[in-house]
T-cell receptor, first 113, second 110 residues
Framework: DVKVTQSSRYLVKRTGEKVFLECVQD?????MFWYRQDPGLGLRLIYF???????EKGDIPEGYSVSREKKERFSLILESASTNQTSMYLC????????????FGPGTRLTVL | GQSLEQPSEVTAVEGAIVQINCTYQ??????LSWYQQHDGGAPTFLSY??LDGLEETGRFSSFLSRSDSYGYLLLQELQMKDSASYFC???????????WGLGTSLAVNP
């Protein structure tokens, strides 16, 4: 059974803290993605990566950075968490050339106080 | 700019057929995907259309008209478990990103 796993289901952090969200996939997928999902706003792409050590900004990269040191792992970093980053964070992966078919992790609900 | 439109809510009864429409405005269009998301769950891939026409997968079908920038998801023989949000997403642009609609919440009633 193919899987995308995320390090935490729920996370509570304080304003100004550095936050790491980890994502691991076991499908040998080339592509990995980080989204946030907010009510009424749908899924918004933060960053994506089509290869190890490669990263590209999505639609809302401000306040975030990413790291892809290994093919199976894609980390999202909030350098200094703010309350407007309270959200559901979803990681996804796909095969190269199959960007249309993404496999999602269960999500991390992050609350920043 | 790039945009997708789909209805925010649809209600139907068990056993019925429902169609969820999606219209889009994008540049560099490759195809249209549909995803299902249950409350508290992650989106799961349902279908993809790159060419005009109807694709059928069991009770679900998806249609695309590239000339009309329009597609739909057709759900037949509705079951209670089909109550979920359905997202259309367009694959577009040089880097083939997915651009997501805001989702349609489908409620299936007994």
């Amino acid at each position: 059974d193919v899987k995308v796993t995320q390090s935490s289901r729920y996370l509570v952090k304080r304003t100004g803290e550095k936050v790491f969200l980890e994502c691991v996939q076991d499908m040998d997928h080339e592509n990995m993605f980080w989204y946030r999902q907010d009510p009424g706003l749908g899924l918004r792409l933060i960053y994506f990566s089509y290869d190890v050590k490669m990263k590209e900004k999505g639609d809302i990269p401000e306040g975030y950075s990413v790291s892809r040191e290994k093919k199976e792992r894609f980390s999202l970093i909030l350098e200094s968490a703010s309350t407007n980053q309270t959200s559901m964070y979803l990681c996804a992966s796909s095969r190269a050339g199959r960007e249309n078919e993404q496999f999602f992790g269960p999500g991390t609900r992050l609350t920043v106080l | 700019g790039q945009s997708l439109e789909q209805p925010s809510e649809v209600t139907a009864v068990e056993g019925a057929i429902v169609q969820i429409n999606c219209t889009y405005q994008t540049s560099g269009f490759y195809g249209l995907s549909w995803y299902q998301q249950h409350d508290g769950g992650a989106p799961t891939f349902l279908s993809y259309n790159a060419l005009d026409g109807l694709e059928e997968t069991g009770r679900f079908s998806s249609f695309l008209s590239r000339s009309d920038s329009y597609g739909y998801l057709l759900l037949q023989e509705l079951q209670m478990k089909d109550s979920a949000s359905y997202f259309c997403a367009v694959e577009a642009g040089n880097n083939r990103k997915l651009i997501w609609g805001l989702g349609t919440s489908l409620a299936v009633n007994p």
